[in-house]
């Protein structure tokens, strides 16, 4: 709500232009109708925020919706692929194997993993209900003495991330790498993972984990389209 009087108030008081840099902008999530009255959140979101010229989204949740302009009329997209790809290649990670925890991660996953010559794996996710999940993985040729660097946008509960590994286990991996771009850590996700992987967000939500500043590539978007 403060951001919302923000943006009105500056339109009241004349200002010329209003732009929005949103770290994180939630209900991205809420792309569809889940169940019978329910609400289609981002819509509404768009509606509130058609005050803003222009607002930077870093790294939104597209699901359904591929285009920020169909969820955001005014909407720019500022992915991170770069930021994630630089800390990673100075962490040395070892013949790592890049693993999608599901279906939505490979807008992701493709790019980090292409970087470093590789093919990414990504699981198949079934929902059972908010905290349960059904994980099923391809079939992996190897994996032992390699580093597994899971990718995903959004770490909430974390029980996605922990179904993935439990199944990766197997192919004894050197190390796992859990890279979280937004990382909200609910019902004290954060230590859960930590008995699994080194866990890495970046710093578009400050939490315990945050490894990766996003400040310049941000900042290198913003200047482009201002």
């Known amino acids: 709500m403060e951001t919302l009087f923000a943006i009105y108030t500056a339109r009241d008081l004349k200002a010329k232009k209003v732009y ?6 939630p209900y991205f999530r809420g792309d569809a109708r ?3 009255g329910g609400c289609i959140s981002i819509k509404v979101m768009n509606k509130l925020f058609e005050g803003c010229d222009k607002i930077f989204c870093v790294d939104p949740h597209l699901h359904r919706i591929k285009n920020i302009k169909n969820a955001l009329s005014n909407g720019i997209e500022i ?23 599901d279906i939505e ?28 999940v059904i994980i099923s993985l391809p079939k992996i040729k190897t994996a032992k003495g390699r580093d597994i660097v899971i990718i995903d946008d959004i770490i909430s509960t974390g029980r996605t991330i922990i179904e993935n590994i439990k199944q990766l286990k197997k ?13 909200l850590f609910t019902e004290n996700a954060l230590p859960k993972l930590k008995k699994y992987a080194t866990i ?8 315990d984990a945050e490894k990766i500043n996003v400040s310049s590539q941000i900042a290198k978007i913003v200047r482009k389209n201002i």
């Open 20 to 25: 929005l840099i949103a770290t994180y902008f």
């Open 34 to 36: 889940f169940e019978e």
């Open 79 to 101: 992915n991170l692929d770069e930021p994630i790809i630089e800390y990673l290649k100075k962490k040395k990670v070892v013949n790592p194997l890049f693993v999608g925890p």
């Open 105 to 132: 991660s490979i807008q992701w996953i493709v790019n980090v993993a292409k970087a470093f010559n590789q093919k990414p794996v990504v699981a198949l996710k079934e929902r059972i209900n908010a905290r349960e």
């Open 171 to 183: 192919y004894e991996p050197r190390k796992f790498y859990v890279v979280g771009i937004h990382g």
């Open 200 to 207: 890495i967000s970046t710093n578009t939500l400050n939490n």
